[in-house]
């Protein structure tokens, strides 16, 4: 395994980051930011005056000050003497560590302060600026935090925060005990962390907290552990029994599951969580009249909440009954979209990210990346569909899905049939005794909601920048001239092509933005297409590719990665997997980095009998 690099930001004042982390505090409102990682280093040989540097970080153990002292104590290793600063090599020497770590079930930053040599002060500091005494059950909070977050946001790519180097909170079976006993103990408190925007009000099964223990078992296949974990759960509150079933489908126990959710209906007949996993599966198995039952009672137990109108609009569209799917869209209760608590810097002096040469593929070397080469057609630029979040965006994907079964036009009819159209609201209105079919025809309309209204225009836009885009290959393909966009123009239009269903010609564009220049996002969506289509090698040399990319910007953990990698080894084997990673032409310390991730995969796989 090759040394792994630190980034490092410059104060202009030192302690400035740690005074703005401390000053964001109160706003803070989800699982909180990355931790912080503050230096002071000099360089005595030369009388250098002190400076102040930090970075941030995840899936660092917090569930002591020791542990975090540690990880400090690892620094003055990597960046202390003989560290290569600015391309040339220096001597430093680290005075002071400050780590900062938040607890976002009591609302307060912990804090491991250490003195080189000397001692380490540990402390808590809430969001009026003072200091509280560190407890056990802080740092226990501290530490399930931490897990979270480095799930939450390790694959996080529109939020990227720079100098960020990411871990894996948990990488053997003795780490992951640690973790489901503390989520365990804490279990009954995960609703104060918050939830996912798509969810209005969180409660016992719908938290921050269940959706990391279940993004962590369907990312691992450590399904057997999930059950264990829910099951002692669900003998102190039968609503767990949501989450429970969701585990045994995804670890193909089916019959117990259906048992399951049968048996715990009985006890709960109006709880929208069991209601829209029985909705889902029986989607899952073609039946879309049951599923449709189901779906209607969620929507009747929790008629505030997005998900289950979602559900039902869901159905509705497999049943192709698209005006009813219409009309179930419009009746969901939208969201305003929190975003994630992203710190807010200081502008730095200056930024220092070091490049491991021997960890990064030529591809994405920036010399390769000429920006001046890298022209946008403004338009694509201001598509607003790509910046779409929570229920907007998971609206938009039902409504793109109706366009795409019955094109734009049936669309337009099926709208005008349910929804009062402008034209016809003001030819009403100007009608001075207006005709009784339209009278009674008007009456059993309804209003298109504003949010609605405006995803429809954002659909067309989509649609008309497709076809101008569909339209000028197919005329450049028969005048028999090359077809020319740049990179990012690419890139762009692949996403695009996959918001509207069209996987060919997604591939085909992510495909063409690679040949210009590196690009993860393209790569990402490449990989998807081939993992969907089974391609297996082709699969694994873009999963190489990106575990060099995560590599080369600090990040050692990505559960899309991951998971990727488990089921390459679930279906083709480990030995197998690995005799292909090793025959590549990749440098060996890329190849070391994929055998990382192939390894914790196929230890897990053989401490136990998960998948």
Not at 122 to 145: F, I, N, P, Q
Request: net charge negative; charged share 25%.
């Amino acid at each position: 395994m090759v040394v792994p690099a630190v980034p490092e930001i410059v104060e202009t004042e030192i302690h400035e980051s740690v005074a703005a982390r401390t000053e964001s505090l109160p706003v803070l409102r989800e699982l909180g930011p990355p931790d912080l990682v503050h230096l002071i280093k000099s360089q005595p040989k030369t009388g250098l005056k002190e400076i102040g540097t930090y970075h941030h970080v995840t899936g660092v153990d917090a569930s002591s000050s020791a542990s975090l002292a540690a990880y400090i104590n690892t620094l003055t290793y990597l960046i202390g003497e003989n560290q290569s600063w600015f391309g040339k090599p220096q001597s430093w020497r680290i005075t002071t560590g400050i780590y900062c770590c938040y607890n976002a079930f009591s609302r307060v930053d912990m804090r491991v302060e250490v003195k080189i040599p000397g001692s380490v002060e540990a402390y808590a500091v809430d969001e009026r600026g003072e200091k509280r005494a560190a407890s056990e059950m802080l740092w226990l909070e501290t530490y399930l935090c931490g897990v979270l977050r480095a799930f939450s946001y390790a694959d996080d790519q529109q939020n990227r925060i720079v100098g960020c180097r990411r871990f894996n909170p948990i990488t053997n079976t003795e780490s992951e005990h640690k973790f489901l006993d503390a989520a365990e103990k804490l279990f009954f408190r995960g609703w104060q962390l918050g939830s996912d925007p798509e969810i209005q009000v969180p409660n016992v099964v719908s938290n921050y907290l269940t959706s990391g223990l279940l993004s962590y078992i369907h990312t691992t296949g450590r399904f057997a552990s999930g059950v264990n974990l829910f099951e002692k759960l669900r003998s102190k509150d039968p609503e767990v029994g949501s989450l429970l079933a969701k585990v045994l489908i995804d670890a193909d126990e089916e019959v117990k599951a259906v048992s399951l959710l049968y048996d715990t209906i009985k006890i709960l007949p109006l709880d929208s969580g069991l209601l829209d996993v029985q909705a889902q599966f029986c989607m899952s198995k073609g039946r879309y009249d049951l599923a449709l039952e189901c779906a209607k009672r969620a929507v009747n137990s929790a008629p505030s909440e997005f998900t289950t109108w979602e559900r039902l609009a869901q159905v509705y569209l497999k049943l192709e009954q698209y005006e009813l799917a219409l009309l179930t869209l419009n009746s969901c209760p939208m969201f305003t979209y929190q975003d994630r608590d992203i710190p807010k810097m200081p502008p730095p002096a200056k930024m220092h990210l070091p490049v491991l040469p021997e960890a990064v593929l030529e591809e994405m070397s920036d010399e390769n990346h000429d920006p001046k080469q890298d022209n946008v057609d403004p338009t694509l630029l201001k598509l607003p569909a790509g910046s779409l979040k929570g229920t907007f965006a998971k609206a938009y994907k039902i409504l793109t899905e109706i366009s795409s079964q019955i094109g734009w036009d049936q669309l337009l009819k099926c709208r005008s049939s349910v929804f009062v159209m402008e034209e016809e609201y003001r030819h009403e209105k100007s009608a001075i005794t207006p005709p009784a079919q339209k009278y009674t025809h008007f009456q059993n309309k309804r209003l298109c909601e504003r949010w609605l209204d405006n995803l429809f225009m954002v659909l067309y836009e989509d649609l008309r920048i497709y076809t101008i885009w569909r339209s000028d290959l197919v005329r450049s393909t028969q005048q028999q001239r090359p077809y020319r966009k740049s990179a990012t123009e690419w890139e762009i239009l692949g996403e695009l092509a996959h918001r509207l269903h069209h996987p060919e010609e997604a591939e085909e564009a992510f495909l063409n933005c690679l040949g210009v220049r590196f690009s993860p996002r393209s790569l990402r969506g490449l990989l998807a297409a081939q993992e969907k289509r089974k391609d297996h090698r082709g699969g694994l040399d873009s999963v190489i590719r990106l575990v060099a990319w995560e590599y080369r910007w600090y990040s050692e953990f990505s559960p899309s990665i991951l998971h990727s990698i488990r089921k390459l080894i679930a279906e083709d084997g480990a030995v197998k997997v690995r005799s292909i990673v090793q025959a590549t032409s990749f440098p060996q310390s890329v190849l070391d980095l994929t055998h990382h991730y192939a390894q914790l995969c196929a230890a897990f796989r053989s401490s136990g009998s998960d998948g």
